[in-house]
C-alpha cells in the first residue's frame, strides 16, 4: 500500500512539474483606451471604444493640483456615460512638455494636495479615474524639469494618489516604449493597467511601431517593449499595446502626419513589410518615406494581444482617424472577433 501511495505522490509531482506556471487569465471583453484631445472637437463613438483618456490635464504653477485644458470640453465628453454607462472616462495628466511633475513630487505637502485635487477633479467632472502622462521621470528631454529623485518620487505619488481617489477609481498611466523611467514593480499593487506607448519607436527610413524587428527597424518592436515591461513587473493582463492614429514623414511631407492626411497622399509606393507586419510608403528611389499603420498592421496587433492574453489596446489619437473610422473600427473588431 504505501508503495502505491509513494508512486501516486511522485506522479501528482511529476504533473506539477510539467504544468509549469499558470497561464495567465485572458481578458473576456478586450479593453479599447481611445485618447481624446481638448483641442479636438470630435465627438467618440462610444461603440467601438470602452475607454475615453481626456488629454490633457496639467500639474499647476503652484505644484499643488490639476489644471485642465478646455474643461467643458470634459465636461461634454464625461457625459457620453449617459448614452453608454459601462464607459470609463479618465482624464490624462500630463504630456509630452508637461512639466512640474518633478517639483510637485519632491514634497511630501505638495504630492499630497496634487492628489487630493485628482479626487476633486474626478468628482466634479464624475470620471471614473486619473492617468499619468509624466513624459518622464528623471528626464528633461522634454524640456521640462527632472531630479534623480524622480524614480523614488513617482512611486511615492502613484501611492499618494490611489490612497486619495480609493479602491473604486481607475489609476492608470502612460509609459515609455522601452519601461525606462518608472520602477513598475514598486508601483503595481497601486495601478490597473499601463498604457505602453508602442510608437514613435524610430523615424523614415525606419518604422515607428513595427510589431516586430526587421531591416526597417532602428528602435524596438512592439513585441520587445511588451516583453521589457513583463519583465520590469507588470503582468500581460495589465497592459494594453498603444497603437498610433498618425505615422511620421521626411522630404515633403510633415514629422506627424495624420491617417486620414496618409490615405488621401498621391505618388508614393504603398508597400508591406512581411517581417515588421507593418505597411509603410516609399519616394521613387524606394526609400521609405511614411511610416505609420493600417487595418491589416492592426488586425495583426489584436491578435498579438489575444494571444499574449493582454488587456487590450490604447491608441493616440481618435481625431487621427479617417472619416469612416476606418482605424477605429479595425482595433475594435481586431479584439471582438
Known amino acids: 500500500m504505501k508503495r502505491f501511495i509513494l508512486l501516486g505522490m511522485l506522479a501528482c509531482f511529476c504533473m506539477f512539474l510539467c504544468a509549469g506556471e499558470p497561464d495567465l487569465p485572458k481578458p473576456s471583453n478586450p479593453y479599447v483606451v481611445a485618447y481624446v484631445t481638448s483641442g479636438s472637437k470630435i465627438i467618440p463613438d462610444v461603440r467601438y471604444i470602452t475607454h475615453l483618456n481626456y488629454a490633457f490635464g496639467h500639474v499647476n504653477d503652484r505644484f499643488d493640483g490639476v489644471k485642465i485644458d478646455n474643461e467643458s470640453r ?168 498603444g497603437m498610433p492614429f498618425y505615422g511620421h514623414g521626411k522630404e515633403y511631407l510633415p514629422d506627424f502626419i495624420d491617417y486620414k492626411d496618409i490615405m488621401n497622399l498621391s505618388g508614393y509606393e504603398w508597400k508591406w513589410d512581411d517581417q515588421a507586419q507593418a505597411p509603410y510608403a516609399t519616394n521613387g528611389k524606394g526609400i521609405l518615406v511614411c511610416t505609420y499603420d493600417d487595418p491589416r498592421s492592426i488586425a495583426l496587433k489584436c491578435n498579438y494581444i489575444i494571444e499574449k492574453g493582454m488587456l487590450g489596446a490604447m491608441y493616440w489619437e481618435y481625431d487621427g482617424d479617417d472619416a469612416s473610422g476606418t482605424l477605429r473600427k479595425a482595433v475594435f473588431e481586431g479584439l471582438n472577433k
Not at 159 to 166: E, L, P, S
Not at 177 to 191: L, Q, S
Request: one cysteine or more.
Open 74 to 241: 470634459l465636461s461634454e465628453l464625461s457625459k457620453l456615460k449617459e448614452q453608454s454607462p459601462s464607459l470609463k472616462v479618465l482624464i490624462s495628466i500630463g504630456g509630452w512638455g508637461s512639466g512640474r511633475f518633478s517639483e510637485m513630487a519632491a514634497k511630501e505637502t505638495t504630492r499630497n494636495q496634487f492628489a487630493a485635487d485628482c479626487k476633486r477633479v474626478a468628482d466634479q467632472f464624475n470620471l471614473d479615474g486619473i492617468d499619468i502622462d509624466w513624459e518622464y521621470p528623471g528626464s528633461s528631454a522634454a524640456g521640462i524639469s527632472s531630479s534623480a529623485d524622480d524614480w523614488e518620487n513617482y512611486t511615492l505619488l502613484m501611492q499618494a494618489i490611489r490612497k486619495a481617489i480609493g479602491p473604486d477609481k481607475l489609476l492608470t498611466l502612460a509609459s515609455q516604449a522601452g519601461a525606462r523611467f518608472i520602477d513598475f514593480a514598486a508601483i503595481e499593487p497601486v495601478i490597473d493597467f499601463v498604457n505602453i506607448m508602442t510608437y514613435d519607436m524610430g523615424r523614415p527610413p525606419a518604422h515607428h511601431a513595427p510589431l516586430y524587428q526587421s531591416y526597417l527597424t532602428r528602435g524596438l518592436s512592439v513585441d520587445e517593449a511588451v516583453a521589457a515591461h513583463v519583465k520590469a513587473g507588470i503582468p500581460l493582463n495589465k497592459l494594453t499595446m
